[in-house]
């Protein structure tokens, strides 16, 4: 079975500062990884997923993402911050099983990202 | 990838009533999944649905409160039965065409 664990509940930032949250996950095989953002009252929306390949993976709205297997973790990044991130991030993991539908996302428990200026 | 039409998008409901919420994927998926968000929380998987069979419920959910129907490859329901105010949630689908899951826009239920 797989777990996450996303290591800051709350992560108080200063606009154009910049901001990691940070993402260990736990797996006895090989997984995907993936990254959403939920706006206040909003649903859940993708930013970035890994499924192979080149450990740095790039996102929408300027954020990135770097997976280590060693490490086991998979950190969100932004170099620079605005208001308009203020939300709550979810970590996420499901198997990895060669791009036919599989088993259901395992998500951590959130962080949630407030940027003031 | 896959859009979800997901129904209703809120409800506030009675204690002791039922609430069936409906998920519509525009193409074939061979698998959804059903999830619960309670307030201030991350998301729970309540079950996986598969056509043709019967829905599989993780620890903590049982089918007699969260019954699911899952009649063609495109569509399902989760009912939530004999609410309380502890079902207050919002309850969401999602669909992994493989791989790249989407989700529905989420029901915000409130039971008073």
């Known amino acids: 079975a797989q777990s996450v664990t996303q290591l800051d509940s709350q992560v108080p930032v200063f606009e154009e500062a910049p901001v990691e949250l940070r993402c260990n996950y736990s797996?006895?095989?090989?997984?995907?990884l993936f990254w959403y953002v939920q706006y206040p009252n909003q649903g859940l929306q993708l930013l970035l997923k890994?499924?192979?390949?080149?450990?740095l993976v790039k996102g929408i709205n300027g954020f990135e993402a770097e997976f280590n297997k060693s490490q086991t973790s998979f950190h969100l990044r932004k170099p620079s911050v605005h208001i308009s991130d203020t939300a709550e991030y979810f970590c996420?993991?499901?198997?990895?099983?060669?791009?036919?539908?599989?088993?259901?996302?395992?998500f951590g428990k959130g962080t949630t990202l407030s940027v003031s200026s | 990838s896959a859009v979800i039409s997901q129904k209703p998008s809120r409800d506030i409901c009675q204690r002791g009533t039922s609430l069936t919420i409906q998920c519509q994927v525009d193409?074939?998926?061979?698998?959804m999944f059903w999830y619960r968000q309670q307030p201030g929380q991350s998301l729970t998987l309540i079950a996986t649905?598969?056509?043709?069979?019967?829905?599989?419920?993780e620890s903590g959910f049982v089918i007699d409160k969260f019954p699911i129907s899952r009649p063609n490859l495109t569509f399902s329901t989760l009912t939530v039965s004999n609410m309380s105010p502890e079902d207050s949630s919002i309850y969401l689908c999602?669909?992994?065409?493989?791989?790249?899951?989407?989700f529905g826009s989420g029901t915000r239920l409130t039971v008073v």
């Open positions: 999602s669909v992994d065409p493989g791989p790249g899951y989407t």
């Open positions: 797996s006895s095989v090989s997984v995907y």
């Open positions: 890994y499924l192979s390949g080149s450990t």
């Open positions: 996420a993991v499901s198997p990895a099983r060669g791009g036919q539908a599989g088993t259901a996302l395992i």
């Open positions: 193409s074939q998926v061979t698998m």
């Open positions: 649905a598969n056509q043709g069979s019967e829905a599989t419920y």
